[in-house]
């Protein structure tokens, strides 16, 4: 039926099943949406299957319903590289929700799309930061490791500065095991990166170590930026003795 509609038909089909989704699954109510695009997804048009894609990819990973939404996955043949943005998008917004499992589910969709590694990290430095600016939660560390491998993927990018300062300010903030997964992140990144990187991020660098020493990765982190040629020997110096 739904393959026979117009585009508005679908278009609002689409935005309907979004909004039904978000308001079951805040609400902690069991719903049957996934079974029910199953079929619809691959007779979509152009314009609704980025929509579709990314909550599908969100609805994988409901502990109930993950099934059928994979099964929708699957019959639209979507890809993370052609619907990064969207997939980040809705995700983000669900890690935003005031219902836990619903922000857990989020989350992990989140991060399973950074680890596919097809997606371009500088479309998506806008959700991802979104995602973060929220009170500490538990669960909320998982973010973290995303970080860390989009600034990784993003190396050679502008943004690759702008998910480490992500890390340097969340180092900042938390409980000790969240400050302490912030500081492993910016170690494992410092362990590869070029000269040219490292001035980008060396001062943030700094700033952490004078003001995170509390936690067990510190010291991994301080012995990496003493060993950086692009540090003053000054810095060095009282880095050295913290």
Known sequence: MIGAASDKTKSNFCARVEKN???????GTESTLGTAIASSAKKLNEDQRPQMAALCWLGRFDKT????FENAWENGEFQVRLYAEEIFELASKAARSPSWNFRAQG????????????????????????????????????????????SQLAEDD???????????????????AYKEKSLTALAEISESLSSDRRILVLDAYIDVLRNSRAVGSWEKLRHIVVSWMEVEENVQKELNNM
């Open 107 to 150: 989350i992990e969709a989140l991060c399973a799309a950074a680890e596919s590694r097809q997606v371009v990290p500088r479309r998506l430095i806008k959700a991802i930061h979104y995602a973060l600016d929220q009170r500490f939660f538990n669960g909320k560390e998982k973010l973290l490791e995303t970080v860390g491998l989009l």
């Open 158 to 176: 502008p943004t690759f500065v702008d998910y480490v300062n992500l890390l340097c300010g969340e180092s900042k903030s938390g409980n000790a």
């Open 65 to 68: 319903q993950g099934n059928s």
């Open 21 to 27: 989704y978000f308001e079951y699954a805040e609400a």
